[in-house]
């Protein structure tokens, strides 16, 4: 199930490392960008034009890399204490349809799938979304574990709803 697009995670706690210092950046990026303090409101949509530019997409990525790393954590700790997992990961929401954001093996076999969100609220265009991770999972993981991660609590309840309301067997985890 492991395709060549899916990343190995060697050292969990090193990846957790740089991880961090990609947060660190992104807050010290966020912080200069925020000093300056506009005399208009032109200058004021110059600053958040160019603070959304150089944060946004970084921002996105590198808190859906952070979670998903704490998914892998949480399920190696819990779950499969003692076991060799060997986790494979797709950090930059990069997957294809048959790829989820975090695949765990055991011996070769693999054991669980995830899926990650990091929306907090189910609005906008979220529905969709999870949706398209709860199939996703569906389709690539029939005879493993299948595991979608959210942040909260209005989250689960929304994402515990399309997958009964589809007939899915998937567990829906806050992280």
Do not use: C
Not at 30 to 59: Q, V
Not at 81 to 104: A, C, I, M
Not at 137 to 143: F, I, Q, S, W, Y
Request: without cysteine.
């Amino acid at each position: 199930m492991k395709s060549m697009k899916m990343k190995r995670i060697n050292d969990l706690s090193l990846m957790e490392t740089e991880v961090f210092s990609e947060i660190k950046t992104l807050i010290s990026k966020t912080s200069s960008a925020t000093r300056e303090n506009p005399s208009n409101l032109t200058e004021g949509i110059n600053i958040l034009g160019h603070l959304r530019k150089d944060i946004y997409e970084d921002l996105n990525q590198i808190q859906h890399e952070a979670m998903i790393l704490r998914a892998a954590k949480l399920i190696g700790s819990n779950d499969y204490r003692g076991k060799n997992v060997v986790w494979y990961w797709n950090p930059k929401q990069t997957g294809s349809k048959k790829e989820p954001d975090l695949l765990g093996k055991i011996a070769g076999k693999t054991v669980v799938l995830a899926e990650i969100t990091t929306s907090e609220k189910p609005s906008g265009g979220i529905d969709k979304r999870i949706a398209h991770a709860l199939q996703k999972l569906e389709d690539v993981g029939k005879k493993s574990r299948r595991i979608f991660f959210v942040r909260t609590q209005e989250m689960r309840r929304r994402a515990e709803t399309k997958a009964q309301k589809k007939g899915f067997k998937i567990e829906i985890k806050i992280i």
